[in-house]
């Protein structure tokens, strides 16, 4: 019987590879080079097989088919994902099974036809050698079903005719069997992967030893070695498993502590500075929803377990008459609680049941405050000073990833994360990374109060208009305290500043900050303190003014001592406004119906 499929279905399907392969752009695969999947270890027995494994790129959805375990191992390591053993093949054959490489797309056909190589070859694409061997005798072999997609000019090859079906019925063309494998004499899988996710769990993991030590590994997953490898290194080392007879205790712990990094959850301290309260929590939202009300964060306090490593549950508790926080592992504590009036706010975090990191708890009796901390020496500090030591309450864990996931961009009720990124500032100024570290609330506060000023970058792409807003706000703290209730125009400024004249203090020399504070407390006063006050407003929104000192002449030939501000040249005079009721909003020098202005100075900020 021969196995090879018609002419005419080969002709067709050469003519849609050649033809998608023109017009198809990929991100690429892998072209390997040559032969690079041929493997050779002397005469091969006419009655042995060899596993053929399928592998999957998630990145161009392409399948691989090869019996090396090197380019296979070296594929998975690479990024590709291992399906399973595709099927089997004999190790000896008269049917050879090509592999042909489009070097523009890097997609790869299989094919036993000796015109489809020749075909392919002549439009440009590498042949790669024979992959591995087909059958050459269907009678009770196993069938190859081929598909192929016309979007794309991807193949798909399998043994599974549902699978085969599946696709065409989606679309894909029937390009029938294209050749035949064989059945697997012996079911033992003599290479099972090792390789998941990038990662070589060889010196902790054997498959044959996995399966064989756990009873419900082998139920659950029998001859399924890609799956059985998934459950160690996702599932079974988090709960301690053993992989290996013989492993590596150092890899192991190292591996451990990276699976358990989708487990573990950054408790956040925060303090208000009002009710000198600590607050605790794992949600990014409350955190920044306390930040953005005037609590102050301190740090990352502990790294607390979650989904299968989470331990005893960590309740939360309410006192509506003393707005404090409670938290205990103690479900008759926190239903003791309850009656007396807190209100229970759920579960708030969990504990180590490895206990890696103790946290102690402390219990101020004059004000009915608890503390929470993994320090020794802070809970030390505590008691030393009058607070009861209440021993440890439950255990943080070990960090596996030192790593912050969520660095804080709120500071002082401002959120910085249009202009600021801290991987971004600690990257970029070395002396930053020295100084903080992994100190994401020093860094930030450095940046807020210090770097802005300094003209530093906070983040690779950012905000200029929102980096300027800010950074006048820290040059001018005090004038951003008015502008958000007067109105953070020029023209509000203005208005703010015109005042009911007074007699004052006249006294150039102080600078306009001196006059401008005691603008801000909304008194009268002379012409000073109202170009101080509209001087220094007009700053903190982004305006060149400056506070100018000199004379005026009188219509009786006398000169008064004045202040008023130019910006741009243009004259603002909020006195002249006041006593005159004379427009004098950005006028120019000698327009008619302005002062005649004489300057004998600017005065100092």
Request: glycine share 8%; charged share 20%.
């Amino acid at each position: 019987m021969s196995i090879k499929p018609p002419k005419a279905i080969i002709a067709s399907a050469i003519r849609k590879i050649i033809a998608t392969a023109a017009t198809v752009t990929m991100a690429a695969a892998l072209c390997p080079p040559p032969a690079a999947h041929a493997e050779t270890a002397g005469t091969p027995d006419a009655s042995s097989t060899v596993d053929v494994y399928r592998l999957f790129n998630p990145n161009t959805s392409e399948h691989l088919y090869t019996k090396s375990v090197a380019e296979r191992d070296s594929l998975l390591l690479s990024g590709w994902t291992y399906e399973s053993i595709a099927w089997s093949a004999p190790a000896a054959s008269t049917v050879n099974v090509y592999r042909l490489c489009n070097v523009t797309s890097s997609q790869h056909v299989y094919t036993t036809s000796d015109d489809e190589v020749a075909s392919l070859t002549s439009n440009g694409w590498r042949n790669e050698g024979v992959a591995f061997q087909a059958s050459d005798d269907a009678d009770d072999e196993i069938p190859v079903y081929r598909q192929y997609d016309p979007n794309n000019g991807q193949h798909n090859y399998t043994t599974d005719l549902d699978e085969a079906q599946s696709l065409i019925r989606s679309g894909w063309n029937d390009e029938h069997i294209a050749w035949y494998a064989v059945e697997d004499p012996d079911p033992t899988i003599t290479h099972p992967v090792t390789i998941y996710d990038r990662t070589d769990y060889s010196a902790i993991y054997d498959f044959n030893y996995y399966i064989g030590r756990y009873p419900d590994i082998k139920q659950a997953y029998g001859n399924d070695d890609a799956g059985a490898l998934k459950h160690f290194a996702t599932t079974g080392i988090l709960e301690n498993r053993q992989g290996k007879q013989n492993y590596d205790t150092a890899t192991y712990n190292s591996m451990r502590k990276v699976a358990s990094i989708p487990y573990s959850s950054d408790l956040y301290r925060m303090y208000n500075t009002n009710t000198g309260e600590h607050f605790y929590t794992s949600s990014v939202q409350e955190r920044d929803s306390l930040l953005l009300s005037g609590w102050t964060y301190e740090s990352i306090a502990w790294t607390s377990p979650t989904g299968p490593l989470a331990g005893d549950s960590i309740y939360r508790l309410y006192s509506p008459g003393s707005g404090r926080h409670f938290y205990t592992t103690d479900g008759d504590e926190r239903d003791s609680l309850v009656k007396l009036g807190w209100r229970y706010e759920g579960v708030s975090f969990s504990s180590d049941p490895q206990q890696a990191k103790p946290v102690y708890r402390q219990y101020n009796q004059r004000n009915g405050e608890h503390n929470y901390t993994t320090s020794a020496n802070e809970a030390r500090t505590l008691i030393d000073s009058g607070w009861n030591d209440e021993g440890i309450a439950w255990y943080g864990m070990e960090d596996p990833d030192p790593t912050i996931t969520h660095p804080v961009t709120i500071y002082d009720r401002t959120d910085y994360s249009a202009i600021y990124d801290f991987n971004y500032y600690i990257g970029r100024y070395p002396d930053i990374k020295q100084a903080y570290g992994n100190d994401d609330a020093g860094a930030l506060k450095h940046f807020a109060t210090t770097g802005i000023l300094e003209n530093r970058q906070g983040k690779q792409n950012y905000d200029t208009a929102t980096y300027n807003r800010l950074k006048l706000q820290r040059m001018y703290p005090d004038a951003w305290k008015v502008l958000p209730s007067i109105g953070t125009d020029l023209r509000s400024a203005y208005n703010y500043s015109i005042r009911k004249w007074v007699k004052m203090e006249i006294a150039p020399e102080k600078g306009t900050h001196y006059y401008a504070m005691m603008g801000y407390t909304g008194r009268s006063g002379n012409c000073y303190l109202m170009a101080g006050t509209f001087t220094e407003l007009a700053k903190a929104l982004g305006y060149d003014a400056k506070q100018v000192t000199g004379y005026v002449l009188l219509k009786n030939g006398y000169h008064s001592q004045h202040s008023w501000v130019e910006i741009d040249g243009r004259v603002y005079d909020p006195d002249c406004e006041s006593e005159l009721k004379v427009d004098s909003f950005g006028k120019h020098y000698g327009d008619p119906g302005t002062l005649k202005y004489h300057k004998e100075g600017y005065m100092k900020a």
